[in-house]
């Protein structure tokens, strides 16, 4: 008898309960092994994210900051040495560079309630008044290749018209690259004032990373193009903590978080030290210790 295809006649009943039999073992084996597999990367991640929170828990958090001390209005400011140069400002409070022209920091504090603020960017770059012996002026920009980058953000400024107004001083700007200016550190402005949403209050201190031997100058006051900005901030609440940021002065091809780092190690590339006003034991903790996870906050996390 010849086997012919598709005709049951030919088909051997023990066969095919043999073949059946087979087949369900090779699935019943192939539905275990999966689960096996599962059930291993699921305890490997649970047990992963248990450390995690056990750590986060655990770790060793700085002593609240007594609030009057947040009451001073130099609460948040670097070290002042005798021979710097200090402007202050309304808003914000810097440390000028005359060799330079522009600022070594630019301190202020920033407030939740600020984020409702609606007054609109003036555009209008100006000389600084204050400063003795006279800022960078708007045409040492022109046609430099350069943008008016702000270090005090326009954008944190608009809870007030004076401030806003204050924020275009050429004080408070440095030559940076468009790319930059547009793009990696307009990410980190917005994810700074993002995160006053959980934490209420923040003291920033922000600046190019000076002196930048080397760096090209442009326009007749010779502005210093600096090859990179930092920006360190602090905030008591819900627990004192703190972070910095060391961001070239280029295109962004990564995250701003590639650039986090401990206050601590923007200390020693700056040589500023910072929130001179804390308390040591706190200091000793948030200054030299720093968490991404501390931070995270909507769509600002995206390491």
């Not at 060799?99 to 920033?110: L, N, Q, R, S």
């Not at 990410?187 to 934490?199: H, P």
């Not at 978080?257 to 206050?263: G, K, N």
């Amino acid at each position: 008898m010849y086997f012919v295809p598709g005709d049951n006649r030919n088909t051997n009943p023990k066969n095919k309960k043999k073949n059946t039999k087979r087949l369900f073992i090779t699935w019943t084996a192939a539905f275990l092994l999966v689960l096996i597999l599962f059930l291993k990367l699921f305890h490997h991640f649970y047990h992963q994210s248990l450390i995690d929170i056990i750590h986060a828990n655990t770790r060793n958090r700085p002593p609240q900051i007594d609030l009057t001390l947040l009451e001073s209005k130099d609460f948040g400011l670097p070290e002042i040495k005798p021979l710097d140069e200090i402007v202050r400002h309304y808003a914000y409070t810097l440390s000028f560079s005359n060799k330079d022209k522009e600022a070594y920091w630019v301190a202020y504090t920033f407030k939740a309630s600020y984020l409702n603020g609606e007054i609109k960017r003036s555009n209008h770059f100006e000389a600084d008044p204050y400063v003795p012996k006279g800022s960078a002026v708007p045409d040492d920009y022109r046609n430099s290749g350069y943008d008016k980058g702000h270090l005090a953000p326009a954008a944190d400024m608009k809870w007030d018209k004076k401030a806003m107004e204050e924020s275009f001083y050429l004080s408070n700007v440095c030559p940076q690259d468009h790319r930059c200016n547009d793009g990696i550190w307009a990410d980190l402005e917005k994810a700074v004032r993002s995160w006053t949403k959980d934490d209420s209050i923040e003291y920033i201190v922000t600046g190019p990373v000076l002196p930048a031997i080397g760096q090209p100058k442009i326009g007749e006051d010779s502005v210093t193009v600096p090859a990179y900005f930092y920006k360190v901030i602090l905030t008591p609440f819900p627990y004192p903590k703190a972070i910095g940021f060391i961001v070239p002065n280029q295109p962004g091809k990564v995250s701003f978080w590639h650039y986090a780092c401990s206050v601590s190690q923007v200390e020693k590339t700056t040589g500023i030290h910072f929130y001179k006003a804390l308390p040591v034991a706190v200091a000793n903790i948030v200054k030299t210790e720093y968490n991404i996870r501390d931070w995270k906050s909507g769509d600002s996390f995206n390491p």
